[in-house]
């Protein structure tokens, strides 16, 4: 039996997809022999359901018997259904090797076996609070505010801007894997620092410049902001 994960990532300690069909891969497991195989879906620019139509094939072509997700779209999980591939949704706030553990001892049943340690969201803006603007350069951000969209609570983290730019970034990278933050939403980033965080497994959407903390997350949580996908090779 073969079982998909999203993966935000290219390794099981990669956290579990947020939202099907935006993750730039799925981990193929066989869990037979435990090994896993790193299935690729090509970013595009253009409509989001021929990425979700990208992501359906991809794994239909590796025969597998379920699917475990964050959220989908209702019309993709009813063409995985109607090919015969379970789908199991909601899964957050864990890694891939948790997920794949607790699929094995559970299947995943219940919403509560879904959710993991609390998933928290980094974006970067000027001031603090939920009404914080969002900064419209990563390299330039001076804090983060750190939010889980489930009970909107929030945390403020300090980035120190010393040294030149290329420090910066990289201090404000440091910043966001250490807050634990599953995905990162900015005005503007580098195509450095996106690739950086995404090899950590953190996802980074594009939001308006301008708009609130709290607007940012409402856009986050409606599948409204467009994900900085970066090919890893």
Not at 68 to 74: A, C, L, N, Y
Not at 114 to 124: F, N, S
Not at 196 to 205: E, K, M, S, W, Y
Request: glycine residues 8%; negative net charge.
């Amino acid at each position: 039996m073969k079982v998909a994960i999203a993966s935000m990532g290219t390794v099981p300690d990669a956290w579990v997809g947020i939202r099907f069909g935006l993750c730039s891969q799925f981990l193929v497991f066989d869990l037979d022999t435990m090994e896993y195989v790193v299935v690729s879906v090509p970013p595009r620019v253009d409509e989001r359901d021929q990425l979700s139509l990208a992501a359906i094939r991809a794994i239909a072509r590796q025969d597998v018997a379920a699917v475990v997700t964050g959220h989908i779209k209702d019309q993709c999980r009813q063409t995985l259904l109607d090919l015969g591939i379970e789908v199991i949704e909601g899964v957050e706030g864990m890694t891939v090797q948790e997920a794949l553990e607790r699929f094995q001892a559970t299947g995943l049943k219940t919403p509560g076996e879904r959710q993991g340690m609390l998933t928290r969201v980094a974006v970067v803006a000027h001031g603090d609070g939920l009404d914080a603007r969002l900064e419209p350069h990563f390299q330039t951000c001076s804090a983060f505010i750190l939010v889980d969209p489930r009970t909107m609570a929030w945390d403020m983290i300090a980035v120190e801007p010393d040294g030149p730019t290329h420090r910066v970034n990289v201090n404000g990278v440091r910043a966001v894997a250490r807050s634990g933050a599953v995905a990162l939403i900015a005005p503007q980033i580098h195509y450095e620092c996106s690739m950086a965080l995404q090899a950590l497994g953190i996802a980074v959407f594009i939001a308006p410049e301008g708009i609130t903390v709290r607007e940012a997350i409402d856009l986050y949580e409606q599948g409204k902001l467009e994900e900085s996908r970066i090919a890893l090779i």
